[in-house]
């Protein structure tokens, strides 16, 4: 059967290590797996919730496509767009949110974290990010979505308010199909350079906490060199790795940088010095990470291009959307 995938990434600050171990590189396996029908947004609806700056968001809209492209996703062969090219992103939100009832968003652990103690004045779009979420993948009728830890809960949430669609305006049946996580594997968790108990975040103050995809060659060594350790060797075991989380992170990244196990880092440089496993971390880094930067800057001198391409998967985006958007506003009641 084919497979109707989404995914997508905010265009705040720029991509990093953990978006191409975590997402994109399993992104274009996903597109080069059978006939998986593949759609990979910049959703640049989702980043104004806390406020931004429109001639940033416009370039990292570009920078997050260019991204994309470089990693491997082939705008022939996948869908890229932007999400606010698609109108139907935001009219099926205002929809499904008369269905979605507020106490369930308000237990969205996401929304708890990003508000803290100022909930009170939070944004309505912080607050209904999960039905924006949901309109994303419902608009598609997309039956499989990527997932990370904290993403599952916006998604269990999707499938509810399908739910809720099909029984109350689809008699029942199963208009939209209740969207699967896609688990590819074991998952790359990369942590933050400078605390390994800390997710790796673009958005991280200190950019030394991360490796970003436009970091060149030196400066990706500087990062390395100076990622914390602690006074130990190298772990030669998960034993002797309990408790070291930077340890442990760094040997994480080079087996998924290696495509090998962690098991398989530890035999290879257990018991040596960290400086040894940071000079290979960092040349095998470069070596993977470099064909991106460079293609990266190469799409960036050409936005016209870039724009292109953007308009070209909205396009079709459109085209494929149009049938949903026009059913549901139908079965709602709504004159067409």
């Not at 919730?49 to 997050?64: I, Q, S, V």
């Not at 979420?133 to 997932?147: C, E, R």
């Not at 993977?288 to 953007?310: C, V, Y």
């Amino acid at each position: 059967m084919t497979k109707r995938i989404f995914s997508g990434m905010q265009p705040t600050n720029r991509l990093q290590l953990g978006n191409y171990l975590g997402a994109l590189r399993n992104w274009v396996k996903l597109q080069d797996e059978g006939d998986n029908q593949c759609l990979y947004g910049v959703m640049d609806l989702h980043a104004i919730t806390n406020g931004h700056d429109p001639k940033a968001l416009t370039e990292a809209t570009r920078e997050t496509a260019a991204a994309y492209i470089a990693a491997g996703v082939d705008p022939k062969r996948s869908y890229i767009m932007a999400q606010s090219s698609v109108s139907g992103h935001a009219e099926l939100t205002w929809l499904l949110s008369s269905m979605t009832q507020m106490g369930k968003l308000e237990r969205m652990t996401q929304f708890k974290d990003k508000a803290g103690k100022n909930a009170e004045r939070a944004s309505l779009g912080l607050f209904a990010y999960p039905v924006l979420m949901a309109a994303d993948i419902l608009l598609y009728k997309a039956t499989h979505v990527p997932v990370g830890e904290d993403q599952k809960q916006h998604l269990e949430l999707s499938r509810d308010v399908a739910s809720v669609f099909n029984e109350k305006y689809a008699g029942g049946k199963e208009y939209f199909p209740m969207p699967e996580p896609y688990i590819m594997g074991t998952a790359t968790r990369v942590m933050s350079l400078r605390d390994g108990t800390q997710k790796m975040s673009k958005s991280a103050e200190s950019d030394m906490t991360r490796i970003n995809l436009t970091d060149d060659a030196d400066m990706i060594a500087k990062k390395f060199k100076k990622a914390k350790t602690d006074q130990g060797n190298v772990p030669a075991s998960d034993k002797e790795g309990e408790g070291r989380p930077e340890a442990m992170n760094l040997i994480g990244i080079y087996a998924a940088l290696s495509d090998t196990t962690s098991e398989q880092v530890m035999a290879e440089f257990g018991g040596q010095q960290f400086s040894a496993l940071k000079t290979a971390l960092s040349d095998l880094a470069v070596a993977q990470l470099s064909p991106i930067t460079t293609r990266m800057s190469e799409l960036m001198s050409d936005k016209a291009e870039i724009d292109n391409i953007l308009k070209a998967g909205a396009d079709k985006a459109r085209e494929l959307a149009a049938p949903t958007l026009d059913d549901v506003y139908k079965m709602m009641g709504f004159l067409r």
